[in-house]
């Protein structure tokens, strides 16, 4: 079965440069998530869009931005890089938005400033 | 966000059942329960989850507290597979995200 696609899997920037991450929904869902995971942390949730509109969001810096497009493919837009973005970025998919739903998690991509 | 409580670690032999407890004093009556498992160097991946009435699945079941202000997973037969951390996470009406909170590191004996 199909799951989430992530790229890259692993990306290497210097500080204050900029990062997109790309994230492809399993197909035919309409919601995305994403989240992100420090060394030894637990997942913390950053933003997330249904049907193209953000939906909820957390607690994403400022020097960050998503959108999600008309094909439900996300990106992650991270500007002014820090040492502290360093981490694991998941994205996630659901089919709907309901309490009940479901998120598959993809692989992640593991930034490195 | 609703607050969830669970032990940093939990030691199982193989083969053996599991109970993996849950917390969650603060649950409100339209929260479900959701359980994540984070194998190491993975996303997370959904386990199992409810809203009142204990459930089952192919990997777990879920009995939940009549009071629902706590929950616990049960993996019938631990294998070494099943080592990493599991999550117990309420969903909250209105919102999208899962607050995942610190987890139980669940380690299987050989």
């Known amino acids: 079965a199909a799951g989430v696609i992530q790229s890259p899997r692993h990306l290497i920037k210097e500080k204050r440069e900029t990062a997109t991450l790309k994230c492809y929904p399993i197909?035919?869902?309409?919601?995305v998530y994403w989240y992100q995971q420090g060394p030894g942390q637990d997942p913390q949730f950053l933003i997330s869009f249904y049907e193209k509109m953000q939906s909820d969001k957390g607690s994403i810096p400022d020097r960050f931005s998503a959108q999600q497009f008309s094909d439900y493919h996300s990106e992650l837009n991270m500007s002014s890089l820090e040492l502290g973005d360093s981490a694991l970025y998941f994205c996630a998919s659901s089919l709907g938005a309901g309490l009940y739903n479901e998120q598959f998690f993809g692989p992640g991509t593991r930034l490195t400033v | 966000d609703a607050k969830t409580t669970q032990p940093n670690s939990m030691e199982s032999n193989e083969e053996e059942p599991v109970h993996l407890p849950c917390n969650h004093s603060t649950i409100s009556g339209t929260d479900y329960i959701h359980w994540y498992r984070q194998l190491p160097s993975q996303g997370p991946e959904y386990v199992i989850h409810?809203?009142?009435s204990n459930v089952n699945n192919r990997m777990a079941s879920l009995a939940i507290a009549e009071d629902r202000k706590s929950s616990t997973l049960i993996l019938h037969r631990a294998t070494l597979r099943d080592a990493a951390v599991y999550y117990c996470i309420l969903r909250r009406t209105g919102t999208y995200k899962y607050i995942f909170g610190t987890g139980t590191r669940l380690k299987v004996l050989a």
């Open positions: 409810g809203l009142t």
């Open positions: 197909p035919r869902h309409d919601t």
